[in-house]
Nanobody, 127 residues
Framework: QVRLVESGGGLVQAGGSLRLSCAAS????????MGWFRQAPGKEREFVSA????????NYGDSVKGRFTISRDDARNTVYLQMNSLKPEDTAVYYC????????????????????WGQGTQVTVSS
């Protein structure tokens, strides 16, 4: 059974930083792409970032480019999201997602490309 557990969320002031972690278990972590999505109250779940199996290829949503960085540590079966220069509009529940395969595709920003989801971690950015 695949399990994804996010951690690292919290309350931070605008301009601050947080690092989210997602610990994975239940399948060969290093063989799959991973992603992060977020959902604010009353809004649809939004793509944040994705990373391929090797860690060499990444992509980002337009709203977070240049501020967020995704990475992975296969020895720890963990994917990270470093979030800098946070803004109030980054406030959301952040979800980790496990991809269908190893590589990023043109659809890697779509929820349908991910088969496993964590429970989410709340990030609140105060102004």
């Amino acid at each position: 059974q695949v399990r994804l557990v996010e951690s690292g969320g919290g309350l931070v002031q605008a301009g601050g930083s947080l690092r989210l972690s997602c610990a994975a278990s239940g399948r060969t972590f290093s063989s799959y792409a991973m992603g992060w999505f977020r959902q604010a109250p009353g809004k649809e779940r939004e793509f944040v970032s994705a990373i391929d199996w090797s860690g060499s290829n990444t992509n980002y949503g337009d709203s977070v480019k240049g501020r967020f960085t995704i990475s992975r540590d296969d020895a720890r079966n963990t994917v990270y999201l470093q979030m800098n220069s946070l803004k109030p509009e980054d406030t959301a529940v952040y979800y980790c997602a496990g991809g269908r395969g190893p590589v990023l595709t043109a659809s890697s920003n779509s929820r349908g490309e991910y088969v496993y989801w964590g429970q989410g971690t709340q990030v609140t950015v105060s102004s």
